[in-house]
């Protein structure tokens, strides 16, 4: 199978070959490949570059091709075809203007195109959903380098004074020259990014460059939310300067610091697996008290609780200075997730377990407003790794402010009843979106058309909706994100039922009896609204926790058949949907099916082509160890293996392409005939790369970190080949003999590298590159070259000490760190 698929990709290379018959030039003793070596020793940084981009090309072929072919897509409904039309026909024109001076003409057609764009990527009446396959297509144009190259430009950015915008009372920061085409940019990189993994690992990694333009912050703060939104992945890889460039921002003022308090609050936790992150936590709550005296000391201070009060009360909803304090509480709420000592006695001194009572049981105060100090309570004081009587929330089971609130919450519940039952099929779906984890980590302060008002019935419902019968907003994301774990961990962490039915202990098992009716009464209406399992979970135990208290209200085989119920329709299915899923998913079923099965198809392609991983098969090595495994594999395949093969000398006594000669002594008179002079120059390559970074855009930054790190592996191959020629059993089963090969198989290779001008230092300073895996490249290079103990690489560091080069060490602190805290 490995040789028939081999042959069939080297026969249709043959038929497209790049350069002539580059494929016969690939296979062959014709030069092709070594008039590219040959360029790359010029002194020219661009011969140097593009000489060794070609090469990597030539030899990249097969990969490229199965990495197309997964991006591939086959388009069978007719409004694919009719979205890749629009696309194909719009985007050579939106690439025109956005590289032009725009005016009137030209900047409403950019707008235009762009509203296009965005309204593609999301589902028709639910725009909190994305629309996978349109991504998918727009993604495969390569819109996302366009619209990133076009925000990052400096060219496009003005210093001094703004035109109005979003933050037009801070006129002293820079602005974008075409303000509104701008915000229409973001807006789209915002929707694009929703659950689309491969958009939002890019815009992660232009993180440190969006945040560095200093224009439109809110709208910039929006899309990193976005970003770190749906899965943990990108929540692991913050780093904690990228915390501090934020804290930083916001330190600095201006309209977007309650927007980038909300980016920070998407990083600490992952929304949608009800996942805090700790060690992203840690970063916050550090920078936060570094920082807290720039930026909210009016607000946090000592001494604040009337200024506090005043703004809960009085400011309108718009106010910046109450935007700021929700959002700051809300952050720090979701700090405190989790259980952290450390970070509960930070919270504690901000605020007392009597203010927050004070602010909670306010009959004025709008869910809104409530909603961040509920979970304040909750997660500070509630549920907690402290102390509860030095904190003071043992106290609590007892406080009548408490079990005033408690009985408010009993009216609440009631009502949201009466007015979800009230609700009209057609409304329904705009309800949903106020119950989705999107909508309830949407910024105060930019509220998107989708979270409109939802009239359920003509006449006000206390607490619940308007006047005009309209729903209030928030009050669906206080049930969900306060008042339902609000509940759960006040019975279960600290009440304790009364042994007597009368006075005041009396009065609060009525309290309690009535909490549990009203809330077992959302039973049937709730499973039309929750949108997650995460929200079903927390409804569940929530109830199970009130069920052990005594209620004469129901019997124990009423509630145990509701909970029944309630479990059998969330298996069916009947929660937790949203119509325009469901319209979509039957739309492009057989769309999505037949794409999944050819990217099996391609999967299964490219494994035959790579042949078994092991030692054998890839090197022609005698041993079968696994080659590529974990975080350090190399990529499979003979294409690799020739390219690596081509900076190494040819053994004469045969064996596997690429492998380097093995030799029986270890002097340096034979190290000299390892290896080619003219591996120095992928050293020179990745020095030159590293000093013009900061000169690329967006797509040919793309195409230099590919470059740089195949280059990366070559290196490390080089060195690991030879590993995989002594047979790994001798480390256990004879120490001695299997030193004995390394020091004359391994240490003249990595000794012939280490000569071309010490490249232990030469690559260190990538450790600071902004792309992590170039990073993990390099500290797999280091790792191997040291592979054995060899003592002249280790000398190679003594450099790093001279000089005072702190990158490695920095480097190595940050992944220790990162380590521990998945330990945890």
């Known amino acids: 199978m490995v040789g028939t698929v081999r042959e069939r990709l080297k026969f249709l290379f043959s038929k497209s070959a790049y350069f002539f018959e580059c494929s016969n030039y690939l296979r062959s003793s014709t030069p092709f490949p070594e008039i590219l070596i040959d360029m790359s020793c010029y002194h020219s940084e661009e011969l140097v570059q593009g000489s060794l981009h070609l090469l990597n090309r030539l ?85 996302l380098s366009d619209i990133l190259d076009y925000v990052l430009e400096p060219a496009n950015i003005l210093q001094g004074e703004a035109t109005p915008g979003p933050d037009a009372d801070d006129s002293s920061r820079p602005t974008a020259v075409n303000e509104t085409v701008y915000v229409k940019c973001f807006l789209f990189l915002k929707v694009f990014a929703r659950r689309n993994p491969e958009v939002q690992r890019r815009l992660y990694d232009s993180m440190n460059d969006l945040l560095d333009i200093g224009v439109d912050v809110p709208y910039v703060a929006m899309v990193l939310t976005e970003v770190f939104t749906g899965g943990p992945e990108i929540c692991l890889r913050v780093k904690e300067e990228q915390v501090e460039r934020v804290f ?24 949608d697996l009800d996942l805090p992150i700790k060690r992203n936590q840690a970063f916050v709550i550090q920078y936060f008290s570094k920082t807290r005296d720039k930026f909210c000391d009016h607000l946090l201070g000592e001494g604040k609780q009337d200024r506090r009060w005043q703004l809960l009360t009085e400011a309108p909803d718009e106010d910046s200075n109450l935007q700021l304090l929700l959002s700051l509480t809300d952050l ?99 309800v949903r979106e106020g119950m989705s984890v999107r909508a309830r980590t949407t910024s105060n302060v930019k509220r998107t058309s989708s979270q409109r008002a939802v009239r359920t019935m003509s006449r006000s419902v206390e607490y619940v909706t308007s006047s005009g019968g309209e729903l209030k907003p928030g009050v669906l994301p206080y049930f969900v994100d306060g008042v339902l774990p609000l509940l759960r961990y006040f019975y279960a962490n600290l009440y304790t ?63 145990e058949n509701m909970l029944k119920n309630f479990d059998r329709n969330t298996r069916e299915g009947k929660c937790a949907c949203c119509p325009a899923r469901e319209r979509y998913i039957q739309e492009y079923e057989h769309e999505i099916r037949l794409n999944e099965e050819f990217d099996g198809f391609v999967a299964y392609f490219q494994q035959a082509y790579e042949g078994p991983n092991t030692a054998r098969a890839q090197t022609g090595s005698k041993y079968d160890t696994p080659y590529s495994e974990g975080d350090e594999c190399l990529p499979l395949g003979p294409a690799f293996q020739e390219h690596v093969g081509l900076f190494v000398r040819q053994s004469r006594a045969g064996g596997g392409v690429g492998l380097p000669m093995v030799l029986t002594g270890g002097g340096d008179r034979e190290e000299v005939e390892l290896l080619r002079p003219e591996t120095a120059r992928l050293f020179k390559q990745l020095e030159i790369s590293f000093q013009k970074l900061k000169d690329l855009d967006v797509g040919d930054r793309q195409k ?90 280790q000398r190679g560091f003594e450099h790093l000490l001279e000089t005072r080069e702190e990158r490695l060490f920095t480097t190595m602190k940050g992944l220790l760190q990162h380590a521990r805290c998945h330990l945890h």
């Not at 725009?102 to 195109?113: A, M």
């Open 332 to 430: 720090l709420a979701s700090c405190a997730e989790g259980e952290n000592l450390f970070i509960e006695s930070v919270c504690q001194t901000i605020y007392k377990v009597e203010e927050l009572l004070m602010i909670l049981s306010h009959p004025r105060l709008s869910p809104e407003r409530k909603n961040p100090f509920a979970r304040f309570l909750i997660w500070v004081y509630l549920n907690t790794e402290g102390d509860k009587y030095q904190s003071g929330a043992s106290s609590l089971s007892n406080n009548s402010d408490m079990w005033q609130y408690l009985e408010h919450l009993s009216t609440l519940l009631e009502n949201i009843g009466i007015a979800l039952r009230a609700v009209p099929d057609s409304e329904r779906q705009w």
């Open 248 to 271: 930083h921002l916001i330190s600095e003022g201006g309209g977007g610091s309650p927007d980038l308090l909300h980016t920070l609050q998407s990083m600490v936790k992952v929304e």
């Open 59 to 143: 030899f990249s072929a097969e990969t490229s091709l199965f990495h197309s072919a997964l991006q591939t897509q086959l388009l069978l409904t007719d409004k694919s075809k009719e979205v890749f039309s629009k696309i194909e026909d719009m985007l050579p024109n939106l690439r025109r203007l956005l590289s032009l001076d725009l005016r009137d003409d030209g900047r409403s057609e950019v707008i235009h195109i762009l509203q296009t764009f965005t309204e593609m990527c999301q589902l028709p009446l639910q725009e909190s959903e994305p629309h996978t396959q349109n991504q998918k297509i727009l993604y495969n144009f390569g819109v």
């Open 704 to 793: 230099q970190d590919e470059l740089d790190i195949k280059n990366l592996r070559i290196l490390r191959a080089i060195v690991y080949n030879e590993i995989m020629n002594i047979d790994t059993e001798l480390r256990e089963e004879d120490p001695a003999s299997y030193r004995r090969r390394c020091i004359h198989k391994v240490q003249p290779i990595q000794n012939k590298l280490q000569s071309f001008g010490n490249a232990v230092s030469r690559v260190v300073p990538l450790l600071s590159h902004p792309n992590e895996e170039i990073v993990r490249e390099v500290l797999a290079f280091l790792k191997v070259m040291l592979y054995s103990g060899n003592r002249n690489v």
């Open 497 to 559: 039922p009364p042994k007597s039915a009368e006075g005041e202990q009396g009065k609060q098992l009525k309290i309690t009896q009535r909490l549990f009716t009203n809330l077992l009464a959302l039973c049937d209406v709730l499973m039309v609204y929750f949108t997650s399992e995460a929200q079903v979970r927390l409804y569940r135990s929530t109830v199970v926790t009130l069920v052990k208290f005594p209620t004469a209200a129901m019997r124990t085989a009423d509630v």
